[in-house]
């Protein structure tokens, strides 16, 4: 499955981000693909990437719920560590701050000078992120086998629910981000229609019968379902 994937999942990321500055792009037509230049959203790669899973557990009988489950907080782990090379690149930082304002966090005196770009000291938005995300991991990893819980599919509902506060509030910070006209974020848009759909789809499931397994329950609780529906 992540051969089909993780590939794919890079593609979205790039198109997600061409679509976004499409402008620029039909005038430099040949830029398309210089991936190598910078240019590739999380919320791309999370689309087509997602899309995959669907169609690979769709061929081989899967519950995509439950793969999903799996995958979610080992994606937010992925995220984490990925935001460091925003941080080496010096980029996706916020807008200007002092020094003695990231003293006050406590940073480490190589996270502070790496912030000081030509001379300006930046929000360090991709530690924040980073933090936000290490952290979400280590909740759902904690409460995702507690008996009678999380049934499936909640599991990476959480991991939606979670991600999409901090990015809504982080991107706010930012200063290269994709804009719908003049007025809001790509990222925070995207980030307030997850939320709420991640809840109406939470609460929609809890309405059927008869219920979805628990997360804890894994491929026996499905098969059980499986034969209770027939």
């Not at 790669?45 to 997602?50: K, N, R, Y």
């Not at 940073?107 to 770009?117: A, D, K, R, V, Y």
Request: net charge positive; no cysteine.
């Amino acid at each position: 499955m992540a051969l089909w994937a993780i590939p794919i999942g890079l593609l979205g990321a790039r198109l997600y981000y061409v679509l976004f500055e499409l402008g620029y792009y039909l005038q430099n037509s040949g830029q398309i693909l210089t991936i190598w230049n910078g240019g590739i959203a999380i919320y791309g790669g999370l689309i087509a990437g997602g899309g995959t899973l669907y169609w690979y557990a769709k061929k081989k009988g899967t519950s995509l719920a439950l793969v999903l489950d799996i995958l979610a907080p080992n994606v937010l782990l992925a995220q984490s560590i990925g935001r460091w090379g925003n941080f080496m690149n010096q980029e996706a930082h916020g807008g200007l701050v002092t020094r003695q304002f990231l003293e006050n966090l406590y940073l480490p005196e190589f996270i502070i000078e790496q912030m000081n770009i030509n001379g300006t000291y930046y929000h360090p938005t991709f530690l924040y992120e980073s933090l936000w995300s290490l952290l979400g991991f280590v909740l759902i990893v904690t409460i995702r086998n507690r008996k009678q819980l999380l049934r499936q599919g909640e599991v990476a509902l959480s991991y939606v629910l979670w991600y999409s506060v901090g990015q809504f509030f982080i991107e706010g910070m930012r200063t290269d981000s994709l804009w719908i006209g003049e007025w809001i974020r790509v990222s925070q848009a995207l980030s307030l229609a997850l939320f709420i759909g991640a809840i109406v789809v939470w609460f929609i499931r809890r309405q059927d019968y008869p219920p979805i397994s628990y997360y804890s329950d894994g491929n026996k609780g499905q098969k059980k379902t499986i034969k209770m529906v027939n």
